[in-house]
């Protein structure tokens, strides 16, 4: 893949492949295999050392699992958007919904030689888009609903600046303007005190971390959305005992790690009529 940010996304689907195959399975997403090639074997190589990074990832993955099964539960149909999609295979594995995945060129195509769309056992349309020449405002206006929708950016937004995610964040609400947003966030405090290992390695897949704001969450509500509920994912990983660090201490002795990994889900705030 010649995108560095797409080759993340080899990364994440090798952490799902591992837990698939181990003896204890959070997620046991045994597509994550079927997707992955040579290149993703070698690309998944470089992180394999990387335990508490790998355990604080799938527990990111389980977590979204749960908040969208419970959506599911309650309305089958419920349509979920996955923007840089990467390997996800959630349309493949979970019961209902319709789904529309939006990633590059390559991860799609990799994907349909996999497992084409039209076999899931759910409604999905794949979309490839060349994020830096492409507008995603164009590629999902055929898609435009003001029904009730799930936007779900996994592991992306610190790979993006801030007028990117504002730019984004403006199409989804004019396209979608009942839409719910599930994504990860990382502070400043966190990437500065916890994030360096990982992301050097990311940097040698050409990966940049660029959104890591002091205070992440603040910055999103400030682009038109009101924050739902956020759960920290290190604390949430180490009380599943999938990072070293007990979860007492990262619960009362470790606020940068606590607060500053998070997955949250923001509601978009109703527009305020001009005034007369």
């Known amino acids: 893949m010649a995108n560095p940010v797409s080759k993340t996304a080899w990364y994440c ?14 997620v046991g997403d045994t597509w994550a295999e079927r997707f992955l090639d040579d290149e993703g074997r070698r690309v998944f190589e470089r992180f394999t050392d990387l335990e508490d990074a790998n355990g604080a990832n799938i527990v990111r993955h389980w977590l979204i699992d749960q908040w969208l099964k419970a959506r599911l539960a309650t309305r089958s149909d419920h349509r979920i958007i996955l923007v840089g999609a990467g390997f996800d295979s959630r349309a493949l594995r979970l019961e209902g919904g ?12 990799r994907k349909e030689a996999v497992a084409p769309a039209g076999e899931s056992p759910n409604p999905l349309t794949r979309i490839a888009i060349d994020f830096a ?25 610190y790979y993006l600046d801030a007028s990117a995610i504002a730019v984004t964040a403006r199409t989804l609400g004019n396209l979608f303007p ?46 038109g959305y009101e924050r739902r509920e956020c759960l920290s994912i290190a604390l949430r990983a180490a009380e599943l005992k999938r990072v070293r660090v007990p979860a007492f201490v ?13 997955l949250c889900t923001f509601a978009r705030r109703a527009s305020t009529p001009p005034r007369a």
């Open 250 to 262: 990262i619960r009362y002795l470790l606020p940068s790690l606590r607060d500053g990994y998070r």
């Open 133 to 157: 020449r492409e507008s995603l405002a164009d590629k999902l206006a055929p898609h435009a609903n003001d029904g009730p929708v799930t936007v779900v950016m996994e592991g992306v937004a």
């Open 178 to 223: 009942r839409h719910e947003l599930i994504c990860d966030l990382q502070s400043d405090a966190f990437v500065q005190r916890w994030g360096k290992r990982i992301i050097a390695r990311i940097a040698t897949l050409g990966a940049r971390w660029r959104f890591h704001p002091s205070d992440p969450v603040a910055a999103v509500e400030t682009l």
């Open 98 to 109: 319709r789904w529309i995945e939006v990633d590059e060129p390559a991860v799609i195509e």
């Open 13 to 26: 689907t090798g952490v799902r492949m591992q837990d698939a195959r181990s003896s204890n399975p959070l």
